[in-house]
């Protein structure tokens, strides 16, 4: 009668690898919850940051390395950590949820976090797919290097935005960096340091419209004149102006979103289908703050939540299984 | 896997017979870590059809530049020298695959 699947079901899956992610893994491995991490990008969207200095506990690290040092803990609290990125959700007929992934593989449990975080915003201008790579860049620390005694623009006016400008201009000659408002939105010590820096230009109240060049970037228009004029020359353009929650598979399983796109929780991290929790920048608790403390404390209620469901849904029968 | 610079660069690519890939990276790029590993599982999958082999921009500058490459991970494919391909980002192992499948 039952198809012989003796496969082993987690009592948790934690679909993202960022810091929501990595810390709803380490409590649901103190709460003795068998978990399995399944991540796209190593440390998400902290994980690209040159440096982060309001962590606290580290007065400076890089997000690589403060995101690798969380996963050393998840892994040493017995959890698994895979690179291979969640494509597909069902639900069995026995009520659980099958996870599949980009290689193929399946993966069963009886809980799950999504914790997908965003995927990086575009301008939706000409000439930004066109020199992907070839001077268009969403990545400062992966390609700051490249522009070494160039000339670049970084467009946005978040933290990710101006602390990127701060790393660019390491190395570029000159950062024009392009806000659409009049005063950029990052903590003010980022912003301190940018307007401090002679290698920094800010421009406000401007958006850039069109980005051209030949083989490689060569300027952008803007759609008001800075030093009379509207074209810009430069090597470069570096887009940070944030991002749109990953809800893919949010909705493949009905779990429902707000009028924004992000994932409707409760104060528990619940969504609206039983069994699933969602932590981080792709829920509708965060839209004006993104910080690691605050994706981190969704992940802990999340897997908190995940453990009293459990607990309910099979108590006394199988616990410590 | 293959380690290529700014010598053996075009002996190994240009004047290759098969296919060649190249993973472009940096020690330093999050992106590249993720995306190494893979693009090695694959150099084994498809061995005897595509030759592949990565090239530390920091270390060999001048073929980055020689081939526009201002982002990293970039991944080009050669045929006969030349460039027919293109990934730029980590776009996941099935990504790659497709990206070799459309190439070879």
């Known amino acids: 009668m039952k198809k012989s699947t003796s496969k082993f079901v987690y009592d948790l899956i934690i679909i993202g690898s960022g810091p929501a992610g990595l810390t709803a893994s380490i409590y649901a491995s103190r709460y003795k919850m068998r978990n399995l991490v399944l991540g796209k990008q190593a440390g998400g969207t902290i994980g690209l940051a040159h440096k982060v200095e309001n962590y606290p506990g580290f007065v400076s690290i890089s997000g690589l390395e403060l995101m690798q040092k969380m996963e050393v803990q998840v892994e040493r609290l017995g959890a698994e950590v895979f690179y291979d990125p969640a494509e597909d959700i069902k639900k069995t007929a026995e009520g659980f949820f099958q996870v599949t992934t980009d290689l193929g593989k399946s993966y069963l449990g009886k809980t799950l976090i999504l914790a997908t975080g965003t995927t990086r915003r575009k301008l939706g201008i000409p000439g930004e797919e066109e020199f992907l790579g070839r001077g268009v860049s969403y990545c400062t620390t992966c390609d700051a290097p490249f522009f070494k005694g160039k000339t670049v623009a970084l467009v946005g006016g978040s933290d990710g935005a101006v602390s990127g400008a701060v790393h660019t201009a390491e190395f570029a000659r000159k950062v024009y960096l392009i806000y659409r408002k009049d005063k950029l939105r990052a903590e003010p010590i980022w912003v301190e340091q940018a307007i401090a820096n002679p290698r920094i230009k800010t421009i406000y109240n401007t958006n850039v419209l069109k980005i051209e060049g030949d083989k490689v970037v060569r300027k952008v228009m803007l759609d008001r004149p800075h030093e009379d004029s509207r074209e810009l020359t430069l090597d470069g353009v570096f887009i940070e102006i944030g991002g749109i929650p990953g809800t893919s598979l949010a909705k493949i399983i009905k779990v429902a979103l707000n009028e924004a796109g992000f994932v409707k929780v409760d104060q528990q991290m619940r969504t609206n289908v039983a069994g699933i929790f969602a932590a981080g920048d792709l829920t509708d608790f965060r839209p004006t703050f993104q910080q690691v403390v605050t994706v981190q404390a969704m992940g802990a209620v999340a897997a908190a939540s995940a453990y009293q469901y459990l607990r309910k849904e099979q108590a006394p029968l199988q616990r410590g299984a | ?104």
């Open chain 2, 1 to 104: 896997m293959l380690i290529l610079n700014d010598e053996n660069f075009n002996k190994e690519v240009e004047e290759a017979d098969l296919p060649v890939l190249v993973d472009f990276f940096a020690v330093w790029c999050g992106p590249c870590q993720m995306a190494g590993p893979v693009i090695e599982e694959l150099a084994k999958e498809y061995e005897g059809k595509l030759k592949v082999g990565k090239l530390d921009i920091d270390q060999n500058p001048e073929i980055a530049k020689k081939h526009q490459v201002m982002s990293i991970p970039t991944v080009l494919i050669f045929k006969q020298g030349e460039e027919i391909k293109r990934s730029v980002g980590f776009p996941g192992k099935e990504g790659y695959r497709k990206l070799i499948e459309e190439a070879i």
